[in-house]
């Protein structure tokens, strides 16, 4: 019988924790004034676009629950700035938030570089950071003004070998994005998979947009591995159960 095992939140849940986290610590002490900004440094448009959206929504959805229980000095305001998935952007979006609107917090990004870029600003600016992503650069050392709401690819990357080892499995392939978030769990996966006693006979990436992944699944059976594990988000993963449906694979397959 085949496990699937998904590590992480979808990105509406992170996104009501990260809203969560901070209009409740609002709702105690806010600053008095008739509006408390709250900028949203989001992907809406580039590879992140669909993340990003979801995260608004489900950030919108959540500021009206909040202000109808009513937060102490004013209601929240919402302010998206899109980041386009790009680092640049990310960072100039954050300082915007704070210096032209006067942001008290900023929350996102959803991509893994641009993650990274607003967590600098954040830090230049003295302004909260809630980032839905969780970039190990970010999170260690720890900072003062960076927090996620995101799973950090080494924790779960620990959870899969940890099973993996827990079943006697000790032959798996991998499967990543070649952007940032893949990058990191195929880089997770290589460096901790020795001290788990598995190895990884295929480490590959895939490029956005690239749905055929049979050729990969065919390599890493014929190779006999035990386990496969694809570390992207969004359509990829779907792409890939029906690629093993289809070859009517039973070797276990494990998703971030």
């Not at 509006?35 to 669909?50: H, K, M």
């Not at 980032?131 to 709401?149: D, K, M, Q």
């Not at 195929?186 to 749905?211: C, K, M, Y």
């Not at 591995?225 to 397959?253: K, Q, T």
């Amino acid at each position: 019988m085949s496990v699937v095992i998904k590590n992480g939140w979808r990105m509406k849940w992170m996104a009501s924790l990260a809203a969560f986290c901070f209009f409740s610590a609002w709702a105690v002490e806010a600053a008095p004034a008739d509006r408390i900004v709250v900028g949203l440094a989001l992907d809406l448009s580039g590879p992140g676009a669909a993340a990003g959206r979801e995260a608004r929504n489900a950030l919108l959805l959540e500021m009206g629950r909040i202000n109808r229980r009513g937060v102490a000095g004013g209601r929240i305001f919402l302010l998206t700035l899109d980041t386009k998935g790009r680092p640049g952007a990310a960072a100039t979006a954050v300082r915007s938030l704070v210096r032209k609107h006067k942001a008290v917090a900023v929350i996102g990004p959803v991509e893994y570089y641009a993650a990274i870029a607003a967590a600098k600003a954040a830090q230049e600016e003295r302004v909260p950071l809630f980032s839905l992503a969780a970039p190990e650069e970010i999170l260690v050392p720890a900072r003062r003004w960076v927090f996620s709401t995101a799973i950090p690819a080494g924790l779960s990357v620990r959870a899969i070998l940890g099973h993996l080892k827990s079943r006697g499995i000790k032959r798996a392939a991998m499967l990543g994005s070649s952007l940032g978030y893949g990058t990191e769990g195929r880089e997770q996966i290589t460096a901790l998979a020795p001290d788990f006693g598995v190895s990884i006979l295929l480490n590959e990436s895939f490029r956005p947009g690239e749905h055929n992944f049979l050729p990969f699944l065919k390599r890493a059976s014929l190779r006999g591995v035990g386990a496969f594990v694809h570390w992207a988000r969004g359509g990829s993963r779907l792409d890939l159960v029906r690629a093993r449906a289809a070859l009517n694979l039973e070797i276990p397959l494990y998703l971030s």
